[in-house]
């Protein structure tokens, strides 16, 4: 049963361009929204979050859109750098417990020179 | 600051054998969830650990079962391995409650092969 879908599976920009990556979810409890960053042989680490109250929220070159009545959020890599190539999985889960979270399955960007 | 640390980093067992992994939660928080996260996967949630009781459980057999001690650190053991328990095994601490409950920090994750 899969409650997060994401896509697409992988991405190659050119270094200076805009990654999106996209997630739909289904349960309409889930009230937390964050986006993970996972580069090889390391854990995922929390890159920037959203709650379904806002419908955008914007950190440094990554920035969050979201859509209640589509069930869907998205991720947007503006100024794309070789550094950001990683796999990037969005979750969705309660926001009193993040630690319950149901994740994508991941989309791996690479950003060419 | 110490992270979430997990151990071993890496391990080989054949079918059927048991394993246990540990884990210890970034330095302040309570509660402790497993996830396992097979090659090109996202991570899927085993189960959760709060007050050194299971509290939320994923779509996992009891197979898979854990432990959280009084100083927050847990282990996870999966019994009767079988190939498809091969998987990387990440573990995740997070602080319980109305503040901080959000953030989840995870560790670089143990990673399984089953022979």
């Known amino acids: 049963q899969q409650q997060v879908k994401q896509s697409p599976q992988s991405l190659i920009v050119q270094k200076g361009g805009i990654s999106i990556i996209n997630c739909a979810y289904e349960n309409t409890a889930f009230d937390y929204f964050p986006w993970y960053q996972q580069f090889p042989g390391k854990g995922p680490a929390l890159l920037i979050a959203?709650?379904?109250?806002?419908s955008e929220k914007k950190e440094g070159r990554f920035t969050i859109s979201f859509n209640k009545s589509a069930k869907q959020f998205s991720l947007h890599i503006m100024d794309s750098q070789p550094g950001d190539s990683a796999t990037y999985f969005c979750a969705a889960s309660m926001r009193t417990n993040a630690g319950k979270s149901t994740f994508g399955d991941g989309t791996t960007l690479t950003v060419k020179p | 600051d110490a992270g979430v640390t997990q151990s071993p980093t890496h391990l080989i067992k054949t079918r059927g054998q048991q394993v246990t992994l540990r884990c210890s939660p970034k330095?302040?928080?309570?509660?402790v969830s497993w996830y396992q996260q097979a090659l090109g996967q996202g991570p899927q949630f085993i189960f959760q650990y709060y007050e050194e009781e299971e509290r939320q459980r994923g779509n996992f057999p009891d197979r898979f079962s854990g432990h959280q001690f009084p100083n927050y650190s847990s282990e996870l053991n999966v019994n009767a391995l079988l190939l498809g328990d091969s998987a990387l095994y990440l573990c995740?601490?997070?602080?319980?409650?109305?503040?901080?409950?959000?953030?989840?920090?995870f560790g670089a994750g143990s990673r399984l092969t089953v022979l």
């Open positions: 959203i709650r379904p109250d806002v």
């Open positions: 995740a601490s997070s602080l319980l409650g109305q503040s901080g409950a959000n953030v989840l920090t």
């Open positions: 330095s302040g928080h309570d509660t």
